[in-house]
């Protein structure tokens, strides 16, 4: 059983106590995300429909006193209870050689945020996580966004959610070289409980997006496969969107039409499919959101359906995996509670998102895992979130 975060936050408090000898001052936890429907738009101008989880990324710290531990140096003395290891994390300038991979992601917060003259200063700190690695819930952005969330509390500074975003997806670009796009790293700073966030990654105008029905519900299902953008097809999707939108001629495949797609002669077969997919997901986007507000799920399940489609034949980032998850779920049919059903995340493995019929989440995870089981021989884990608040210091 997943703890709460109340229980993590607690946790961490009782860590830091135990590995530094006295209580921890700020807790910083940052929740990840699943994406409902809007993928591979976030770098092309696009929209997309994210909401946080009830998983999350929290650190415990305090101020490390002058001379408290000779030798330990000025940064931040992190331990992470998913590794058992201690990184020192120093900020001054590019990455040091030696550094833990999983380490690269708040060195390149506090390196980005000490670039702009906010400075943590010597700190312990305690790092435990609930959001699973590698299944596109956006384990990697959490952890950005607790860091530049600690730093705020710990440097008395605050950047705005867009700012904040921003800053740790350049983390993410530059210190751990995935070319994300803003949408996770804007989902776990500005989400708001109960809503989905529709986010224009063009103007960064946000519109909190509720559910009509409280009896309808998110589902989250793990394939098993793991996924890693920076060694996936990610980079080359992102670019051939680029080089799409440099043939059309326009800024984005953001102001893209279907038709300029379909009829330019500067487009090859597969570009002209990659492009094909931004332009009808970013209508997608929109068309779920009124859907979703006005209780209209069959619409939505559909919506769910053509972007996975979408995403498996024309973008080609799903896998023969998720694909079968994707046929168990949407095989329990709406009768059986299941409206819709697609991959999440930047795809390549990861997991399916699903919008269900709440009383019936017991039996539709029984079915979908147990006929994905035999298809596939793995075990699928799955849960139910509700839209969660974005990134918070939860105790000062
Ligand atoms: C990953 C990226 F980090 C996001 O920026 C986004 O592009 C997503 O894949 C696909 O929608 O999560």
Not at 24 to 45: F, K, M, Q
Not at 285 to 294: K, M, P, Q, T, Y
Request: aromatic share 4%; hydrophobic share 40%.
């Amino acid at each position: 059983m997943t703890p709460a975060l109340s229980e993590l936050v607690d946790r961490a408090r009782s860590l830091f106590a135990e590995r530094f000898g006295s209580q921890a001052r700020w807790v910083a936890a940052a929740p990840g995300r699943v994406n409902l429907i809007g993928e591979h738009t976030d770098y092309n101008d696009g929209f997309v429909l994210p909401m946080a989880i009830d998983r999350h990324v929290v650190i415990a710290a305090a101020p490390r006193e002058a001379g408290g531990d000779a030798g330990c140096g000025p940064g931040m003395r992190l331990w992470s209870e998913m590794t058992g290891e201690t990184a020192t994390i120093d900020p001054q300038g590019p990455l040091p050689s030696g550094l833990a991979r999983w380490a690269h992601y708040p060195y390149g917060v506090l390196e980005l945020l000490r670039q702009r003259g906010v400075a943590m200063g010597a700190t312990d700190a305690v790092l435990l996580s609930t959001v699973p690695l590698g299944s596109g819930l956006s384990s990697s952005a959490a952890l950005e966004v607790a860091t530049a969330t600690l730093a705020e509390a710990a440097a008395g500074a605050e950047l705005g959610v867009a700012d904040k975003a921003r800053l740790c997806q350049q983390a993410e670009n530059e210190f751990a070289g995935v070319p994300c796009g803003v949408m996770d790293q804007f989902a776990s700073a500005g989400c708001k409980e109960g809503s989905l966030l529709r986010l224009d990654c063009r103007s960064f105008e946000t519109t909190d997006v509720a559910m009509a029905d409280p009896n309808v519900a998110v589902l989250i299902v793990n394939s098993g496969v793991s996924h890693n953008l920076g060694d996936s097809e990610y980079p080359k999707r992102r670019s051939a969107c680029e080089a799409a939108a440099t043939a059309l001629g326009v800024d984005a495949l953001r102001d893209a039409t279907a038709d300029m797609i379909e009829s330019s002669d500067k487009l090859d077969d597969l570009a002209r499919r990659r492009a094909r997919h931004v332009v009808t997901e970013n209508q997608r986007v929109l068309d779920f959101c009124d859907a979703i507000e006005s209780g209209r799920w069959r619409e939505a399940g559909e919506l769910m359906v053509a972007s996975h489609e979408s995403l498996r034949d024309d973008y080609e980032v799903s896998c023969p995996e998720v694909d079968t998850l994707v046929e168990c779920l949407l095989a329990i049919g709406a009768d059986g509670g299941v409206h819709g059903a697609r991959i999440t995340g930047g795809g390549f493995g990861g997991c399916v998102v699903s919008l269900i019929d709440r009383a019936k989440a017991d039996s539709i995870i029984a079915s979908a895992t147990q006929a994905y089981q035999k298809r596939t021989g793995i075990d699928a884990a799955a849960f139910v979130t509700p839209p969660c608040a974005g990134a918070a210091v939860v105790s000062g």
